[in-house]
């Protein structure tokens, strides 16, 4: 169906829908969830953490990445962040996934990892469908990008994000998780710096 036949209601939900839960704005800050293929718990060695980890500091660095909270957890991260200076965060998702989904399988394959024999398999078998030649696949496609809309919204997610790994019972208050930005809120020590917003 050619584009100039679409009545302009239905165009105008066919290009919202196309966008919906993509980063597309510049300056604007988004909620986004990054999940691994099949929930896969890449994430409970300290070198894939901190492949992570370094990831996230090299795009604020280098990238135009700003970040304002973060959680890092076993198979998904959460962040709320966006792109500055008129850079995509959809540009900088993209290749934030492609370099620590290689930096993920550099793992794998050369340091100790006794699951190494069933999560190879899983991601590489992750990528038959796919049309370009990949090997393995890590990441699960898009983040889920939910534009802030209210202070009302920024702390509900500041507060989800945070709560994580109290909620999955992995410590008793969200400052005791290491790999989150609960830390940088509480003024602890920290692995990533973040940008601590003063919203409450």
């Known amino acids: 169906m050619a584009w100039n036949c679409i ?17 597309t704005e510049t300056d604007t800050a988004y909620f986004i969830t990054i999940t691994t293929v099949e929930w896969i718990d890449v994430f409970t060695r300290l070198n894939q953490k901190y492949a992570i980890i370094n990831s996230l500091d090299y795009c604020q660095k280098h990238k135009e990445l700003e970040i304002y909270a973060y959680c890092l957890m076993s198979n998904h991260l959460h962040l709320l962040c966006k792109g500055i200076n008129g850079v995509l965060l959809s540009d900088i998702m993209k290749d934030f996934k ?9 793992n794998i394959l050369n340091e100790p990892e006794s699951r190494k024999e069933w999560m190879l398999p899983l991601f590489k078998k992750a990528c038959d469908h796919l049309k370009r030649d990949q090997t393995y696949k890590v990441w ?20 989800y994000i945070h709560q994580n790994p109290v909620v999955e019972k992995i410590v008793a208050y969200p400052e005791d998780y290491y790999f989150s930005s609960a830390r940088n809120y509480a003024s602890l020590s920290y692995p990533l710096q973040v940008e601590v917003l003063n919203i409450f």
């Open 7 to 23: 009545p302009r209601v239905q165009l105008k939900k066919l290009v919202s829908m196309s966008t919906k839960y993509k980063a």
């Open 98 to 106: 492609k370099f620590t989904e290689k930096k993920i399988i550099e």
């Open 140 to 159: 699960q496609n898009g983040y889920h990008a939910e534009v802030t809309t209210s202070n009302w919204f920024i702390k509900q997610k500041l507060n």
